[in-house]
């Protein structure tokens, strides 16, 4: 009996570290980890450099001083359209016309938002900083929009 539970236990371990593994995008080709991404398509490799380092301490305290209004989530959108959509699809899916070969792929921006790490701040620093820090595709746009440009944009980002 010791020893059925104790293999019970073993084995159970196992499947987990193993689920866990291949949704952190480790998994070899295995589920939803393809390609560094995690559940839905959202990319992990952002995940896991911020899990190791943290935000930039320039960005770390940022939050969004604009509200979600009508004319704010209209100038947002039209910030997505005009520099993001290439890559993360009209609708925010990662499936842009230039995303095809990206490694790691664009991310899925619907899901990404619903993560609890998603706050102004790691935003702030993903949208300025690029993936200069990730070593992606994706340009910095920090000399690109203006801070308020930023802000609009992210307003719109969270009603995907």
């Known amino acids: 009996m010791r020893k059925s539970n104790a293999l019970m236990a073993i084995a159970g371990t196992v499947l ?8 952190m995008g480790m998994g070899g080709g295995m589920g939803p980890g393809m390609m560094g991404h995690g559940p839905a398509g959202v990319s992990v490799v952002r995940h896991r450099y911020v899990m190791s380092h ?17 004319a704010n989530l209209k100038a947002g ?25 990206l490694n790691p792929a664009a991310s899925d921006l619907t899901s990404a938002m619903r993560m609890p790490m998603v ?11 690029g993936g200069v820090p990730v070593q992606s595709a994706m340009p910095p746009f920090k000399s690109v929009l203006t801070k308020d440009e930023l802000w609009e944009l992210v307003l719109y980002l969270r009603t995907l």
């Open 54 to 70: 943290g935000i930039d301490s320039a960005y770390a305290n940022a939050s969004n001083p604009l509200y979600a209004n009508d």
């Open 77 to 101: 959108k039209a910030v997505f359209e005009k520099n993001c959509a290439i890559c993360h699809g009209v609708a925010g899916h990662g499936a842009g016309p230039a995303a095809k070969g």
């Open 119 to 129: 706050s102004d701040s790691y935003l702030d620093w993903t949208i300025s900083e």
């Open 16 to 23: 987990l570290a193993s689920l866990a593994y291949a949704l």
